[in-house]
């Protein structure tokens, strides 16, 4: 079991009430999502269609790297890992 | 005899002297050719293929052209004799072939080699970018690229407002803006192109005032329109840069598949609130092509997870920066220079002051980028809540 930061967009903190960062635990990177979950009731739902895989407009990275190309949620967390959530964003604001 | 007399004839038994026959048979077999003349010489034109570096800056930028001392060189001047004092300071520096080409360009000329007109800086616009030409990544030749060069920036709003800005201040030759939209009062806050005198005023028309009386030589071509499937390709062709500064799904995935399609790199950019993403996407590279936005998400999001029209917001100071980081990756695409954010994305994060640069991998069955897959065609997708209803769009 290792322990995780989940730094979290600004589209999803009203889940987390308004935290950029949540410490969580898990052996892999699914585990520290569903963690999280438990944490913030529902922001999974935003993150993972009802099938449990990552959305089309949502990536993973474990530090620089996107999950996908290490496994994809089944990514082995090492200890002190760093979880972005980056989800597509459309805004410039004309 | 006189000095400079005497020191002739030291150098002219000294340097190796060739005539331009064989000047231009070196040239071909990879030698450069330095041309040492000054501005003022160069109305008749310029051996083709030369490299240009006034007498005064030889030594300082001669590693640019030859980086190594083993590089052959012939360099040349009006008449012959310049370059043989420029050959003998290379060789000093440690060059170990060097040539004076014998009667210079009046010879070159003469026999009827190549030569090629080349674009020269006018005076006002030499002092307009003296600060460019101090630079030795951009240069004269640089700015010459730079003045040449053509980018299309899609929305002149939050981001396009300070891309457009600095890219016409840096004598970005034409500047293309894509924006049907008009000056809404709530568009002030970030939106630096447009004043408050220009409330309803098309974006494009008060975006070409406030830059052509930044820079006069700009050309802006205004397209007051929306990009659709029909228009997309015809407008974004012959350009070399595509700078995406929208604020809507639909068009960023259109400006993507057109940039795709025709190769043009993709200078991406998006806001929300504090935080930022920049990259550039750009499948068409020669060497090391990187991923397509649809690599990276290959769907947008139903409206209902997108983040709500009651959501959106953004710090006014906040699509400067990243507009700006655009408009950085827009020059360094335009003179080769540096490493483009191909293949990674830069997150900024305002509030907690964090730069994070994330690895982008192309996806190999993209259905829009993959090699060899054919072109699946432009789509116009429907989305309910692309503009912040109280940012006074549509």
């Known amino acids: 079991m290792s322990k995780a930061t989940i730094r979290i967009p600004t589209p999803l903190r009203s889940f987390t009430g308004g935290a950029g960062e949540v410490e969580v635990e898990g052996a892999t990177v699914g585990q520290a999502l569903h963690h999280l979950d438990r944490r913030h009731e529902g922001i999974l739902s935003r993150v993972l269609d009802p099938d449990g895989r990552i959305r089309g407009f949502v990536n993973i990275y474990l530090g620089e790297t996107n999950v996908k190309t290490l496994g994809g949620l089944d990514a082995a967390l090492p200890d002190r890992a760093v979880i972005s959530i980056v989800p597509a964003v459309a805004g410039g604001l004309r | ?394």
Not at chain 2, 275 to 285: D, H, L, M, Y
């Open chain 2, 1 to 394: 005899m006189s000095a400079s007399r005497r020191r002739l004839e030291r150098l002219r038994a000294a340097i190796h002297q060739v005539q331009p026959g064989e000047a231009h048979a070196l040239a071909l077999k990879g030698a450069v050719l330095i041309d040492i003349r000054e501005a003022d010489e160069l109305a008749q034109g310029a051996p083709a293929g030369s490299k240009r570096i006034p007498r005064g800056f030889l030594e300082l930028q001669i590693e640019q052209e030859a980086p190594d001392l083993s590089q052959p060189i012939v360099v040349m001047c009006g008449s012959g004799l310049r370059s043989l004092f420029a050959a003998d300071d290379l060789l000093q520096m440690g060059y170990r072939e060097v040539s004076s080409l014998a009667g210079g360009f009046n010879a070159w000329k003469k026999q009827g080699l190549p030569v090629a007109i080349p674009r020269l800086l006018t005076d006002e616009e030499r002092e307009r970018y003296g600060r460019h030409l101090s630079v030795p990544e951009v240069g004269e030749a640089g700015q010459i690229e730079l003045l040449r060069s053509k980018v299309l920036l899609i929305g002149a709003g939050g981001l396009g407002s300070p891309a457009a800005f600095y890219l016409a201040a840096a004598g970005v030759g034409t500047l293309g803006i894509v924006d049907d939209d008009v000056v809404d009062r709530s568009n002030l806050q970030r939106q630096i192109l447009h004043t408050d005198d220009r409330i309803g005023t098309p974006k494009v028309q008060s975006a070409r005032q406030t830059l052509q009386s930044l820079n006069p030589s700009v050309k802006v071509v205004e397209y007051a329109t929306r990009l659709n499937s029909t228009n997309v390709e015809q407008l974004f062709t012959g350009y070399d840069v595509v700078l995406d500064g929208t604020d809507n799904f639909p068009t960023r995935y259109l400006v993507n598949d057109a940039c795709v399609k025709l190769g043009i790199p993709n200078v991406h950019g998006s806001i929300f609130r504090f935080e930022g993403q920049v990259s550039v996407f750009w499948p068409g590279r020669k060497s090391a092509p990187g991923p397509c936005y649809r690599c990276l998400y290959p769907a947008p999001p139903p409206p209902e997870l997108a983040p709500s029209c009651a959501e959106a917001g953004v710090l006014g100071v906040l699509p400067g920066v990243i507009g700006l980081l655009q408009a950085v990756e827009a020059i360094k695409l335009l003179l080769d220079i540096g490493e483009p954010l191909v293949g990674r994305l830069l997150q900024y994060e305002a509030l907690e002051s964090r730069f994070t640069r994330l690895t982008l991998e192309r996806d190999p069955d993209c259905a829009y980028c993959a090699d060899g897959k054919p072109f699946p065609g432009y789509v116009d997708m429907q989305f309910a809540c692309n503009v912040p209803v109280t940012d006074g769009g549509h």
